[in-house]
């Protein structure tokens, strides 16, 4: 079809974009046409990193534009406590010890329900049995799907809101919230906020500002813990000769 030319493209969340269009070729391609075409294209991601920068030079080789990076250095984390937690067991009892307390728990892992392990599921009926009420909701990509909880993703400060009107405390997810969400962050917003995050990282596969990035999905926390596998799956890749 006809080609729509743009003075200026914005790539929100520009790092997950990269990512996506990588997947697939003729969506890159396709990507790579609309921005090569434009006057300007403006990437924007709090996490900006090597996918939005091999993106950028693509463009710039293509149309010969200029590349220019303009940094927040403003410390998004500044104030807050991050505490490590040595075992997966002890993030739980961490917080089973702040709903006791009466706060609200936004609890991030990287679990979900498969159809021989539902693992996911089995963590929320853990918590509302103990509590002897329904204080606990997890959701996966299949689970946040369901009529049920329509709408979280795409409309935390709605959705997710009623169900902390309604005395939820305790919020778990899965990988599926990656880019693009937060919780608290609307204008005006008149909703119950989480008091505090539980991060629980069994697999190793989340990068550190992933995992960091997840921590942030609520406004207004400034207490979190974080339980990591401590081994490193870094490999320096200048260590070893390419085979010929």
């Not at 996966?140 to 049920?148: A, G, H, I």
Request: aromatic residues 10%; contains cysteine; negative net charge.
């Amino acid at each position: 079809g006809e080609r729509i030319l743009f003075d200026i493209v914005y790539l929100d969340e520009s790092e997950s974009i990269a990512l996506d269009a990588a997947w697939k070729n003729d969506n890159h391609n396709y990507l790579l046409d609309i921005c090569e075409s434009s006057t300007t294209t403006l990437m924007l991601d709090a996490d900006l990193e090597d996918l939005s920068f091999s993106l950028a030079r693509k463009i710039s080789e293509k149309n010969g534009n200029d590349l220019a990076a303009l940094f927040n250095r403003a410390s998004h984390i500044k104030g807050k406590l991050f505490n490590i937690v040595d075992s997966e067991k002890d993030a739980y009892t961490i917080a089973q010890r702040l709903l006791d307390a009466g706060k609200r728990v936004y609890m991030h892992v990287d679990i979900a329900d498969q159809e021989d392990d539902k693992r996911l599921t089995a963590i929320e009926d853990y918590f509302n049995i103990r509590y002897k009420q329904d204080i606990a909701i997890a959701i996966d990509s299949k689970l946040s799907k369901t009529k049920r909880y329509r709408g979280i993703l795409s409309e935390p400060d709605i959705h997710l809101k009623e169900y902390l009107d309604k005395g939820y405390r305790l919020f778990i997810v899965s990988p599926v919230i990656e880019t693009g969400w937060r919780y608290g962050g609307s204008k005006h917003f008149q909703g119950k906020l989480f008091d505090a995050t539980v991060g629980i990282y069994r697999l190793g596969r989340h990068t550190a500002p992933t995992i960091l990035q997840a921590t942030q999905r609520c406004v207004g926390v400034s207490e979190h813990y974080l339980h990591i596998p401590r081994n490193c799956t870094y490999v320096d890749t200048n260590d070893y000769e390419l085979a010929t």
